[in-house]
């Protein structure tokens, strides 16, 4: 597959037809006789100082794919190159400092806080760990984070209980911030938040990368976030990506029949302008046995035979602008 890449700057990430498949265990000795296919040979590239915008149903593979990024899962095959090193093998201390660069923002506010800590501990754990300040001034800088990102110093002594699902998700954002990263994957970040809240969480982060000059793998399935936060954005189905472009140009142009019903489904804020709705028929194939052929072609009205028995290739169709499909619609 190409390797996906739109823009300027320096590369920092990074990566190589990049596969997770995760075993099925059956019989009575646990043996493995199929695997769930959850990232099948992503190969994607991100520039510092931007955000990616990876869109598709749940399921599709998307937080798999940031997890195995930062290896919280260790890959099935493929490479990732973190500021030009491959960090696929790393562990111990070397995965340790990996850690420092890359951190994630988790999509549940709740679970993703452990109760029985403090804020100041949650936050300030990542100092210790990673020596980043001395014990003498752990608490000063934890306030400092949390200040940060819009919260009182007195949430220092508190528990996540105490407060709302906006709020935790603050903790969660300084949680990923403590340690200074420069890549951090912010998985569903607002996808549990009232809409309200969500943008206050949305502009905290643009805010927090321009002033710290982050780089986001930004991961969700509402179009419209991903339409306001990203620079570029790639589609991803049933582990593949089948569209890659800037922003404006796939929101303005989009070529995937995939992509084309996804957006489609974006509710319009203007009742005098009508949507032509595209409705994908039938149910998302199994990622344990996918489709041969185009994943998609099950569901695509525009398939023909050979979408059926051959994979199809990114092929790009100008400015940047790449689909995986074998007949582009004609609109």
Known sequence: MSMVSLGHGDEILKTESLKKHFPIRSGFFGGSSSSVKAVDGVSISVKRGETFGLVGESGCGKSTLGRTILRLFNPTD???????????????????????????????????????????????????????????????????????????????????????????????????????????????????????????????????????????????????????VADKVAVMYLGKLVEFADREELYRNPLHPYTIALLSAVPVPDPERKSSRVILEGDVPSPINPPPGCHFHPR????????????????????????????????
Do not use: W
């Open 78 to 228: 493929g490479r990732v190159f973190f500021r030009g090193e491959d960090v696929t093998e790393k562990s111990g201390s070397d995965l340790r400092l990996l850690r420092k660069h890359m951190q994630i923002i988790f999509q549940d506010p709740y679970s993703s806080l452990n109760p029985r800590m403090t804020v100041g501990s949650i936050v300030g754990e990542a100092l210790s760990i990673h020596k980043i300040v001395g014990r003498s001034d752990r608490k000063d800088k934890t306030i400092s984070i949390l200040r940060e990102v819009g919260l009182h110093e007195d949430a220092f002594s508190r528990y996540p209980h105490e407060f709302s699902g906006g709020q935790r998700q603050r903790i969660g954002v300084a949680r990923a911030l403590a340690v200074e990263p420069e890549f951090i994957v912010c998985d569903e970040p607002v996808s549990a938040l009232d809409v309200s809240i969500q943008a206050q969480i949305l502009n905290l982060l643009m805010d927090l990368q321009e002033k710290r000059d982050l780089t986001y793998l930004f991961i969700s399935h509402d179009l419209r976030v991903v339409e306001h």
């Open 300 to 331: 695509c009205r525009y398939a023909t035979d050979v979408c059926a028995s051959k994979p199809p290739e990114f092929i790009e169709h100008g400015k940047g602008h790449l689909a995986a499909c074998h007949n582009i619609p004609v609109r």
